[in-house]
C-alpha cells in the first residue's frame, strides 16, 4: 500500500512526523512549469518533466523549511532575500496532497489550491499524466456540479452533498435518469468526487464522445452519519467537532479482512437509504428501480460499497469497488443473490497497490457465472489518479 | 473605507506589511468558541462575546508567529509545548480575510476554512453577528449551487460560473424563471457569491417566507476578461498566470469619481452581453426579456454594474449597486432611458463606509421619478455581512 504517511497518520490515529531528508540537486531537469493545481498567478509549487516537485516561500525569519510530500519532508535552503526553494524526487502520476513546514509548523502552501483528504483542507499538487486529457475542462455539452443540502431523519440533520446533472437534463425537460452514488475514502468527504475526482469532466466528455449513458452522479459524505447523541461521530457539514475524537468503528476494530468496517458502513447504510436515495428519488428525474442504481466507492467508500450491495443485492444493479482489496469468490457467494442481481461488478486499483483485482474478477466471472471486471492502473498507487481512471473505466459500463 | 490591509495591498499593488501590535491581554472574556468558518474538528481559530479573535498553532521551533486581520498583526506567544496563541481586538461582526504569519512568512492558517478574497485562497472568519439567522442553512425546500463551464466567444476559453436554481426549478418543470447577475469585488472571483456570500441559503430562506419571488441567480468572474493576446488580462480558471501582471485599466487609470474602471467594465461587458446571458437563456427555463433580468454588484463589481447599466437601460429592470459609492442624480440622469426603463436602483452600503446611499436614493427618486432605495448596513464596513445583507434588501424587491 502507497499510502502517504500524511494520508495515514490524519486516517490511523497517532500522527507520526516524516522523515527529513535533503532537496534533491543532482541530475535535476531544469523546466520547471506551475502546477495546474496552483492557485491563478500563482508561480509555485511547480513541477518539471521527470516529475519532481519544487516549492518555494519567503519566510525571511525561518531557520528550517520543508516540502512534505508522500512520506518524506525535503529540506529547503534560504537565498539572500528569505526565499526558500526546495525540490523532491519523482512523484507517481497524478494528484497528491501535500503541506509545508516552516519552524515546526505544518501549513497549506498559499500557492496551491486547497483540497480535501487526509483529514483537512490542505494543499495538492497535480503531476503531469500521461493520460490526463479525459479528466480537462472542454468544449463539449456541458453538465453542472450542484451543492446540494438536505434533512436527514438519520442523523436529524442538514447534510450536503454533490449532485452532477448531466447536460441532457437541461436540454431534454421531460427524460430521467439512472443515477450513480459514488463515494470517498477515509479521511476524505464529499468534495473529494467533484474537485480532485474532476467526476463532471470525466462524464461530459465520455458522454459527448458517445462512450458513456447520461446519468445523474450523486457524492456524499461517509463519514459524518452519527445519530445525535451517539459518541464520537463526526459532525455536519463545517460544524466544529471536538479534537481528538475517534469515529466508532474505526480501522483497527475490524479491517477489510475481518469482514469490513464495522460502524462506518452501518451509519451509512442508514443514510443512503433513508435519505438520499429518497431524496434524490423525490428531487430529480430518475429511472427509480435498481436496474437503473449503481453504487461505486473508492478506498473505505468502496469498503462501505462492498458491505452494502453483499447485504442489499436486490438495490443495485452495478456495484465499483476502487483501491478496496479484491473481493473473493467466497465473499460474492455468501450473498444470496448478488451475481444473480448484480449486472457488474468492477473491481480496480493503482498497479502499485498490487491488489489482484484483474485476478479475482476473473474467478469471480468464472466460477460464479456473473459479470465481473477487473481493472489496474498502470504506475499509480492509492491516489486520486487511480480513481479517476476508475470511475473513467466504471462509467463507461453501466446502465449498457 | 474599511478595507482591510490585506485587501488593500492586494487589490491597489504595492504590498504593505502591516504595523505589528501586541496580542490583547486585558479584559479578556473567556467564553472562546471555534469559528462556524473553520474546517470540521479544529478548534481554532476561535471567537469571543467580545467578537475577539483567538488564534493558535504549534510552531516549535519558530521565533515570531503573528495573527494578521484587519490591518494589524498580532504578536502571538509561546507555551512551552511550542503552541503559539494570540488574540486580536474586536471585529466587526460579519466575515473577514486574515492569514497567519511565521516568521516572516503569510500562510493560511491550517484550522480555517478556505475563501477567495484578497486576490488569493486563503483564511476566513466568521464574527457571529446578530442576524446571522438569515443566512444559515435551514429544513426548507432547498435550492442548488451549480459550478457550470461554457465557451466564451469573447475570451476564447472556457470560462467557469456558478449558478443558483430555487427549489421549484426542480419542483415545477415547465416554469420559467427570472435571472439575477451578480458580481463580486476586486480581488475575488466567482465563488465569493457561492461561498461567504450564502447566496442560496439568503434565496432559499427568503423564498421560504414567501419574502422573495423564484429566481435564477448567476455569478461569474468580472476580471478574467481580456481576449486572446491582450496584454496583462487575468487567465481562465486555474491556469497560471506570470507574477507581477497588473490588469488593464486598473485602479489609478480611472477610479469611480473619474467614471468608473474603464477596462474593467468594458470586458465584463463583452462577456456578459456576449456569452453569460445567451448560454443562460439557452440553457435554462428563463423568462429572456429585460423585464425579468436584473444585475447587481459589490464594490468593483456595483461599479461595473454602474458602467454597464447606465449605457445599456434597456437591458435590465433592476439594478443593485453594493458598496460601490452612492449615485449622483446627474449620472442617472445622463443615461437616456435609465430612469424611464429601470423599475429599481438600489444602493447600499456599510454604516462604516458613510457612502450617503440612502440620501442618494432619496435625491434620484424625488429629482428623477424612478424607484430608487437606499440601505445602510449597521456597524458594518467594506465586508461581506454588508453585502449578504444588501441581496436580503435587494432579493425583496425585485421581480414584483
Keep these: 500500500m502507497a499510502l502517504s504517511s500524511l494520508t495515514v497518520s490524519a486516517q490511523f490515529g497517532a500522527p507520526r512526523q516524516n522523515p527529513t531528508v535533503p532537496s534533491v540537486t543532482e541530475n535535476v531537469v531544469e523546466d520547471f512549469k506551475p502546477a495546474t493545481s496552483n492557485q491563478d498567478s500563482k508561480q509555485y509549487p ?6 519532481m516537485v519544487r516549492a518555494q516561500i519567503s519566510a525571511p525569519n525561518a531557520t528550517s523549511v520543508g516540502l512534505d510530500i508522500a512520506g518524506k519532508i525535503y529540506s529547503m535552503t534560504k537565498d539572500e532575500k528569505g526565499v526558500w526553494t526546495g525540490t523532491s524526487e519523482p512523484q507517481d502520476e497524478g494528484f497528491h496532497y501535500y503541506q509545508l513546514n516552516i519552524d515546526g509548523a505544518s501549513v497549506p502552501d498559499p500557492g496551491s489550491l486547497y483540497y480535501y483528504g487526509a483529514s483537512r483542507w490542505g494543499s495538492g499538487i497535480e503531476i503531469p499524466s500521461t493520460d490526463q486529457d479525459f479528466w480537462q475542462v472542454k468544449n463539449v455539452p456541458q453538465g453542472s456540479m ?9 442523523t436529524e440533520k442538514m447534510r450536503r452533498c454533490h449532485v452532477y446533472l448531466p447536460n441532457e437534463y437541461y436540454t431534454n425537460p421531460t427524460k430521467k435518469f439512472p443515477v450513480l452514488y459514488l463515494q470517498h475514502g477515509m479521511g476524505e468527504n464529499e468534495y473529494g468526487w467533484a474537485e480532485q475526482g474532476h467526476t463532471a469532466q470525466i462524464l461530459d466528455n465520455l458522454i459527448a464522445e458517445g462512450k458513456a449513458v447520461p446519468c445523474i452522479i450523486v457524492m456524499d459524505n461517509g463519514l459524518n452519519t452519527s445519530r445525535p447523541g451517539e459518541a464520537g ?4 457539514f463545517g460544524g466544529p467537532r471536538p479534537q481528538g475524537q475517534r469515529p466508532q468503528g474505526a480501522p483497527g476494530q475490524g479491517g477489510p479482512r475481518r469482514g469490513g ?30 436496474q437503473h442504481r449503481a453504487y461505486a466507492g473508492l478506498s473505505m467508500g468502496g469498503m462501505q460499497a462492498r458491505e452494502i450491495t453483499l447485504a442489499n443485492p436486490e438495490k443495485f444493479a452495478y456495484v465499483g469497488s476502487f483501491s478496496s482489496g479484491a473481493w473473493s469468490v467466497d465473499q460474492v457467494k455468501a450473498s444470496e443473490g448478488f451475481a444473480k442481481n448484480v449486472r457488474l461488478l468492477f473491481m480496480s486499483g493503482g498497479g502499485k497497490e498490487n491488489m489482484g483485482c484483474v485476478e479475482a474478477a476473473r474467478n469471480i466471472k468464472e466460477q460464479l457465472g456473473m459479470n465481473a471486471v477487473g481493472y489496474e492502473s498502470p504506475g499509480t498507487a492509492h491516489e486520486w489518479h487511480t480513481w479517476r481512471r476508475s470511475l473513467y473505466q466504471f462509467a463507461q ?3 449498457k
Tied chains: 1, 2.
Design 46 to 51: 511547480m513541477v518539471n518533466s521527470q516529475r
Design 261 to 290: 468496517f464495522g460502524g462506518f458502513s452501518e451509519g451509512f447504510k442508514n443514510v443512503l437509504f433513508n435519505d438520499i436515495i429518497p431524496m434524490v428519488e423525490k428531487n430529480y428525474r430518475v429511472i427509480a428501480d435498481p
Design 233 to 236: 461521530g463526526f459532525g455536519g
Design 397 to 399: 459500463l453501466i446502465f
Design 146 to 154: 450542484s451543492e446540494v443540502f438536505y434533512w436527514s431523519t438519520y
